[in-house]
């Protein structure tokens, strides 16, 4: 069974920083590629950033390009989102979820589990 469970949301001040985690068991962690979502209040869910099974490429949508970086230690299971210069906009329930496949994608149908999502809050 595949388990995937985010962390380290919070609410944080415009300019500021914060780093979410996720952790993902019942698959080949290595394998597939990992990617994080957002949904803001009253809006569809977007793509915001993902990594490939290595770690060694990333895509950004637009609006975060600069500011957030994703990561992944494929050892424990993990993948960051470390955002900075946060902004009221980026207020969200934050979602992982894990590829279908080691290569990148930004539809959610790329992807084949997901997370429960966790609340990042920007106050200005």
């Known amino acids: 069974q595949v388990h995937v469970v985010e962390s380290g949301g919070g609410l944080v001040q415009a300019g500021g920083s914060l780093r979410v985690s996720c952790a993902a068991s019942?698959?080949?962690?290595?394998?597939?590629?990992m990617g994080w979502f957002r949904q803001a209040p009253g809006r569809e869910r977007e793509f915001v950033a993902n990594?490939?099974?290595?770690?060694?490429?990333?895509d950004y949508a637009d609006s975060v390009k600069g500011r957030f970086t994703i990561s992944r230690d494929n050892a424990k299971n993990t993948v960051y989102l470390q955002m900075n210069s946060l902004k009221p906009e980026d207020t969200a329930v934050y979602y992982c979820?894990?590829?279908?496949?080691?290569?990148?994608?930004?539809?959610?149908?790329?992807?084949?589990?997901w997370g429960q999502g966790t609340q990042v809050t920007v106050s200005s």
């Open positions: 019942g698959v080949t962690f290595s394998t597939v590629a």
């Open positions: 979820a894990v590829g279908r496949i080691g290569m990148l994608g930004q539809s959610q149908n790329d992807y084949g589990y």
């Open positions: 990594v490939n099974w290595r770690g060694s490429i990333a």
